[in-house]
């Protein structure tokens, strides 16, 4: 790919037990551009819809840094930390008009498990059982 996050492990990484970080319930880490080590981002898990014991993975790209990979190197690299720390079902809820999210999910292998509606409308909620996948 050329590009490639920096990734710096978050103190104590992913626990199966998903011990967020203070108050915000997030356990994530910045990512960079490895070439020249400017900040593009950040990716990490948060308890956000489905709780602590299954996360949600987020991520949030600065706007000049979109459309070049980062968002998925990071969500698979931070994927692959929730695997070796034993998380089982990991969880994205994306608005359906929230393309480039959902493409990046899809190609990570989420996939819709239900649709709910909140005050500000539809909500597609993706999952991946990280302990099916690989097998």
Known sequence: MGRSPHWRRPRGGFSGGASPSGSTGCAGT?????????????????????????????YLIGRSHRGRGYASEAARAVLGECRAAGLGRVWSSIRPGNAAKRRIVEGLGLRVDRVERDERGTLLFYMIDLRQVGR
């Open 30 to 58: 910045p990512c960079g551009d490895a070439e020249s080590g400017v900040l593009v981002g950040n990716c990490g898990m948060l308890t956000g819809r489905t709780g602590a014991a299954e996360p949600e993975i987020g």
